[in-house]
């Protein structure tokens, strides 16, 4: 089973933002996947077990971007 998150991330400016971000979120435990897309600002991660969405902003944050859980 699959679970996805979404993410609103502010401070992008190119797609080398995005594989930074990527980068960052793969390396969280549970994670299988992460897709940053710069032109909708949105990351889509996927998990195969629960991670709070708290690591996922923190791993963001540490990548030098802000985030929120996206509506």
Known sequence: MTL???FAV???HCSSCGLLIDDE???LPG???STTDVRTERTVVE???PVPAE???EAIATAGYTAV???
């Open 4 to 6: 996805r998150l979404e």
């Open 55 to 57: 690591r996922i902003i």
């Open 10 to 12: 502010a401070g992008m």
């Open 31 to 33: 994670v299988t996947a």
């Open 47 to 49: 998990l195969d077990h």
């Open 25 to 27: 979120i793969e390396e």
């Open 69 to 71: 859980p996206a509506a």
